[in-house]
């Protein structure tokens, strides 16, 4: 399966609205703290929206209001995994993309049977306290060699600046929120992305 590498990561169906229509393909909905009803108007309204403009949705966390709501792509890390049923989400069909921070955690992500692996902080984020520290370019050559041919994604302190390293490193996606949600100019900062990941689409 081949993912497309700008993988963009909002916390609103609004922010879906405003950026996925420059031609974003692929998009992850991460909500934290809000209602199931809220969550669930959330979800349905990002993937209307990901479907008029032909972006792949992935759903952060609330796997089942992602089958409820007919959604076909979850992302999971390793505590979501230990209530997660993964019969429940294989039987409705459903892609799973799993979060990894080290070697155990890559194991018990690949007997998962997933759609794509991420693996982070490459660099140090500010969107939330992490126990890891970076990984660095050279974790995602090792990460490369175990997991391919499914996909890996890299995230965690990302820009435009340092994608050249993290592709040649082997990522086939790079991962992002603060880059573009806290950038002044969040819609050009969106088209930097897309421009600057073409050479690897
Ligand atoms: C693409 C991608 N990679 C990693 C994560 C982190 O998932 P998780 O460890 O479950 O942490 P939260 O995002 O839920 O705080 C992700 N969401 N997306
Ligand atoms: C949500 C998340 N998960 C990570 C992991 O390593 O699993 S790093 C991260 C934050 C990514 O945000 P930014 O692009 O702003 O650094
Ligand atoms: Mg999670």
């Known amino acids: 399966m ?20 420059l031609g974003v393909r692929l998009v992850q909905l991460r909500i ?3 209602d199931e009803d809220g969550l669930r108007a ?3 309204k990002a993937k209307a929206l990901c479907a008029r403009h032909h972006c792949q949705l992935v759903v952060n966390d ?16 390793q505590e979501d995994l230990q209530t997660a049923n993964l019969l429940e989400l294989q039987a409705a069909g459903i892609r799973l993309g799993l979060s990894t921070h080290d070697h155990a955690e890559l194991e018990t992500a690949m007997a998962a049977g997933p759609a794509y692996v991420a693996l982070g ?4 984020t500010i969107l939330k306290k992490m126990k890891w520290a970076p990984q660095g370019l050279e974790r995602i050559r090792a990460w490369k060699g175990r997991v391919a041919p499914i ?9 435009p600046e ?40």
């Open 162 to 201: 340092r994608l050249d390293g993290v592709f040649e490193a082997g990522a086939d996606s790079a991962a992002v929120v603060t880059d573009v949600t806290l950038n002044p100019d969040p819609e050009a900062r969106t088209r930097e992305w897309i421009e600057k990941t073409e050479q690897w689409r």
């Open 32 to 34: 934290k703290n809000l």
């Open 42 to 44: 959330e979800i349905r």
């Open 121 to 124: 902080p490459i660099y140090p």
């Open 151 to 159: 996909p890996l994604i890299a995230i965690g302190g990302l820009n």
């Open 2 to 21: 081949k993912l497309d590498p700008f993988y963009l990561i909002v916390d609103s169906a609004a922010w879906i609205e405003r950026l996925v229509p």
């Open 62 to 77: 609330h796997w089942r209001l992602a089958i409820e709501e007919g959604c076909d792509f979850v992302h999971l890390g």
